[in-house]
């Protein structure tokens, strides 16, 4: 039986080198098998090796995280001799308050000049803790015949997926993070606790999350309506003074506080102001459709479950209220300067809490099935969104290329905007 399953892992990734985008549906069909999940994790492997970092006609460097990582990049792999430390030194304040990225940028800068291969490790590493978050939920459900059941699976999946590669460090901190999260949850792993707290050296910021979690644990058996009373609270607060974010950063100590000031400055506060791509800004509402959809889905489904005063087992409880807790301290952490990144992992929270308890209890599906029905248009326009995301993060070489070939072809135009000079 072994020796069949090997075969069948070395066929797979032989077709996914060969055909990685033909093999995608595959892996997503079979992705509670081992040769899916191996599939998958190749496919967005060789996603991350198509990113593109400097889409033509625009200045190398400039637009995305991913932009000026890959200028670090080509700065570190121009330099032969230099060490570690010598290299972290010289670092900008923004890209020396993490570990994990400078160690990954200096390793395979010795290694190579091609900065695709920066973002393909950075895709591998990605897949391996996103694949497994996925299918570690799955595995909690149970089998249910329901077609809104499969628009949830969808969203949970592209809540945080490769839809995002451009912001390199956050996304990854928060798969590490959730990777973490459900180990402790559904296995009880003392060691998940490493994995929550590592997730800080990719991004400083997550410590904020990381300390959430751990004080999760000290007062989950308090009953359930004060985690709703939190939850209404945190909706309830339009803003937070920010010179009170820093007044509380300032009695941490000095390197732990020096951090945390780095994303609660004044340019980060004008760009809050003015809604430069932040969670509350004056933005165009198709820029954050996808965060108001999550929101107001998270809001409504919660609320309807508390009400009807669903009984839960003990486990199911314990999800519920860590999901009303987490959402509860990012809706908080929106509102400053770069805490709107904290809707995705308390988002993703909910909903993998919504799906496991959907299949497992009756109650709760005659409950939400309805608002499901109600509610699928706009789930519909949350994938759509952000489908039209990851077009716009790789070129038409995606779906020609092969694990080969990706080599010979250089693609600097998104897909998204050949679609648009098409139409």
Not at 9 to 16: E, H, Q, V
Not at 294 to 301: D, E, K, Q, S, T
Not at 342 to 355: H, K, N, Q, R
Request: hydrophobic share 50%; charged share 15%; glycine share 4%.
């Amino acid at each position: 039986m072994g020796s069949l399953q090997s075969k069948k892992c070395s066929m797979t990734i032989m077709a996914t080198i060969l055909f990685p985008i033909f093999m995608l549906p595959y892996g997503i069909r079979n992705i509670k098998l081992l040769d899916g999940r191996i599939c998958l994790i190749l496919f967005i492997t060789f996603f991350g090796y198509q990113l593109i970092f400097h889409p033509e006609g625009v200045i190398f460097g400039s637009g995305a995280d991913c932009a000026r990582y890959a200028m670090v990049f080509s700065q570190a792999s121009s330099i032969d001799d230099i060490t570690f430390y010598d290299f972290f030194m010289q670092l900008d304040s923004h890209d020396n308050v993490d570990y994990f990225n400078p160690i990954l940028l200096y390793v395979v800068s010795r290694l190579t000049t091609n900065i695709h291969i920066y973002f393909m490790v950075y895709a591998f590493i990605f897949a391996i803790f996103y694949v497994n978050n996925i299918y570690t939920v799955l595995t909690k459900c149970n089998k249910v015949s329901d077609y809104t059941l499969i628009l949830m699976y969808i969203v949970l999946s592209l809540i945080m997926s490769i839809h995002d590669f451009g912001g390199v460090r956050m996304p990854l901190a928060f798969q590490v993070y959730l990777f973490g999260v459900q180990k402790y949850l559904f296995s009880y792993a003392r060691s998940a606790l490493l994995w929550i707290i590592s997730s800080m050296l990719i991004h400083f910021s997550m410590f904020i999350f990381i300390i959430a979690f751990l004080l999760y644990i000290v007062i989950n058996r308090m009953e359930l309506k004060y985690f709703f009373g939190l939850f209404i609270l945190a909706y309830l607060i339009s803003s937070v003074d920010i010179t009170f974010m820093q007044s509380l950063f300032s009695f941490l100590p000095g390197g732990i506080s020096d951090r945390l000031m780095l994303y609660t400055n004044e340019a980060n506060l004008e760009a809050f102001e003015s809604g430069d791509k932040y969670y509350l800004g004056e933005m165009n509402l198709w820029g954050r459709l996808d965060s108001i959809i999550l929101r107001y889905y998270v809001f409504i489904a919660f609320c309807w479950l508390f009400i009807k005063h669903v009984r839960l087992n003990k486990k199911h409880e314990y999800l519920f209220k860590l999901s009303l807790y987490m959402y509860s301290v990012a809706l908080l952490l929106s509102n400053m300067p770069s805490g709107y990144r904290f809707i995705l992992p308390g988002a993703y929270i909910c909903f993998a809490s919504i799906v496991i308890l959907y299949t497992n209890n009756l109650k709760v599906r005659s409950i939400l099935h309805p608002f499901h029905k109600w509610y699928s248009l706009a789930l519909i326009l949350f994938i759509l969104h952000r489908f039209r995301f990851i077009l716009n993060e790789v070129g038409f070489s995606t779906l020609y290329t092969n694990f080969i070939t990706m080599f010979f072809v250089e693609d600097n135009v998104p897909m998204l905007e050949v679609l648009k000079g098409i139409f």
